[in-house]
């Protein structure tokens, strides 16, 4: 999707830095005159900052996650997502979730192998025969 936008991207980047410039001058008009009315403001700092658009494909963001799960830390995998403001709170939501559902299902962290009790002869002779 980028990749076919890359001319529209390359007019957009020339005219963001028409703007900026503009803007900047702007700025610093206004700090001129708010410094003739004993008002304070450094022009230089304040910085425009410019976002895109972009639709961006999940599908192909969720697949790239999947594949970096384990080699890159979990906060930053969800801040890859585009529909996540603050990761922080996102992980601490996931850990709160996590215990909830452990605390509702706490059979299934139990070893699934059967207690020697309940091993019938006739296995524990399959059992000894694979041993031997």
Known sequence: MEFKLLGLEMI???KEANYKRGLRQRIAIFAHYL???QIALEAHSIVPQFSRGLPKNLLELSQIINN????VSLRQL???LPFV????????ELEEEKEKNKDRV?????ANTK??????DEERG???QEEG
Not at 68 to 71: C, H, N, R, S
Request: charged share 35%; net charge negative.
């Open 115 to 120: 207690p020697d009790e309940e091993v019938t």
């Open 68 to 71: 970096l799960e384990g080699k």
């Open 126 to 128: 399959v059992l000894d």
């Open 12 to 14: 957009t980047k020339t």
């Open 85 to 92: 403001e603050d990761p922080d709170a996102e992980l601490e």
């Open 35 to 37: 410094g003739m009315q």
């Open 106 to 110: 706490p059979f299934f962290n139990q």
């Open 78 to 80: 969800i801040s890859l």
